[in-house]
């Protein structure tokens, strides 16, 4: 991983810089399938930016994406914020009301969505429906909800691209101040609230999460959690995009059995989660092996026997993961100091960190491997943070 540099803070400028330095390496897709490189995913973006201006979208409109997490997530964003638009993510998990009350405050020009989320717009005013596309292909109810499949609608960008070969596509020019998202937080107490962050405050915070460990280009992130989070898309989806990672997306929810069979395929390196994701697998696959064992348990209530015990299942954990990973990120929520304890004992690599959305989300962690950084805290102030 590199020291920030003085570079543009845009997200387009990540997604040319990545292709400039990395772009025949494998960039983007999901687990176990075969990822775009780069340049492809690059195409892509542009294309898509290219049939959404064809088709009316200005700087400023907004694009809404009510999807859960793929590659084709990933390349409407970027095509939309390409152009000027302002990117409207979608938690998948949030129900039909505050699905309706986002859609009629935002009046999107464009609504990505898929099959497991199409029944939460049916009821909504057709005024406030723009033009649906399913990002999974699926066909919504004719007569009740017009769509078009993603395939067709990025079938026709490419062709619109491919008349443009001769020229470089002229975008709209897109400055560090402009708006590019505007995300809905799950609020606590009525619907969800409004956080508007612009394109310095996400790529100055992905530049800066870039100097908290080392991690070698062509690296594989294994995102689990969903990219509609602030957390999940600066960490998991701008952070590898920053340092010519790949990303795998999981496209199931991730159970320790299935978590352990993707990374058994992908042998990921880097993996940001929750504190869930880590204590399910504390709970199911660590304790029991100590608790069934009377040797274990009473050899774990000695120090050195803990020490051999845990450094053993330590390095079980990691073959668990794949047996290449560099860390884990582990934030959204606070650790169970007993789990957090059993991973220091273990030696497993972990890295905790603390944010909010209208942070970027990253505020503090790490760096990796600081001795001074202790036990349930949240590691130092990310560089920028003060």
């Given at each position: ?302 120090r050195l026997g803990k020490k051999v015990i845990y450094k053993k299942i330590g390095r079980t954990l990691l073959e668990f993961f794949g047996g290449n990973l560099i860390f884990m990120g582990i934030g959204g929520a606070a650790l169970n100091p007993d789990v957090e304890q059993f991973l220091v004992d273990s030696q497993f690599p972990y890295l905790i960190g603390y944010g909010l959305t209208e942070g970027s989300p990253l505020i503090a962690g790490g760096p990796l491997g600081d001795p001074s950084i202790v036990p349930c805290s949240t590691g130092k102030p990310i560089p920028g943070v003060e």
């Amino acid at each position: 991983m590199r020291a920030v540099e003085d570079v543009r803070m845009t997200l387009n400028y990540i997604l040319d810089s990545g292709c400039i330095k990395y772009g025949d390496m494998p960039a983007i897709g999901m687990a176990m399938q075969t990822p775009l490189t780069y340049d492809e995913f690059r195409d892509r973006v542009y294309a898509l930016a290219l049939q959404m201006m064809d088709e009316g979208v200005k700087k400023g409109d907004h694009i809404a994406i009510l999807a859960e997490n793929s590659h084709n997530w990933g390349t409407v964003y970027l095509a939309s914020v390409r152009i000027g638009a302002i990117v409207v993510p979608i938690l998948p998990d949030l129900p039909e009301g505050d699905v309706h009350h986002i859609l009629n405050q935002m009046r999107v020009k464009f609504l990505f969505t898929t099959q497991r989320q199409v029944e939460k717009i049916y009821e909504l005013n057709e005024k406030v429906l723009s033009p649906i596309i399913t990002l999974d292909d699926f066909e919504a109810m004719p007569g009740i909800l017009e769509s078009r499949k993603f395939s067709d609608f990025l079938r026709a960008a490419e062709t619109l691209l491919q008349g443009k070969e001769d020229d470089f596509p002229e975008f709209p020019e897109v400055s560090e101040d402009d708006l590019a998202t505007i995300l809905y937080t799950s609020g606590t107490s009525g619907y969800s609230k409004a956080v508007m962050l612009s394109h310095k405050n996400l790529t100055s915070d992905a530049y800066s999460a870039s100097t908290l460990a080392e991690i070698a280009p062509g690296s594989v992130f294994l995102s689990i959690l969903p990219i509609s989070h602030t957390y999940e898309f600066t960490c998991s989806f701008l952070l590898p995009l920053v340092l010519g990672c790949r990303i795998a997306y999981a496209g199931k929810t991730p159970t320790p059995a299935i978590l352990q069979r993707l990374c058994s395929h992908e042998k990921p390196h880097v993996i940001f989660a929750v504190p869930l994701v880590l204590e399910k697998i504390y709970k199911k696959r660590v304790l029991p092996k100590i608790e069934k064992s009377f040797f274990l348990t009473m050899l774990c209530k000695t120090r050195l026997g803990k020490k051999v015990i845990y450094k053993k299942i330590g390095r079980t954990l990691l073959e668990f993961f794949g047996g290449n990973l560099i860390f884990m990120g582990i934030g959204g929520a606070a650790l169970n100091p007993d789990v957090e304890q059993f991973l220091v004992d273990s030696q497993f690599p972990y890295l905790i960190g603390y944010g909010l959305t209208e942070g970027s989300p990253l505020i503090a962690g790490g760096p990796l491997g600081d001795p001074s950084i202790v036990p349930c805290s949240t590691g130092k102030p990310i560089p920028g943070v003060e």
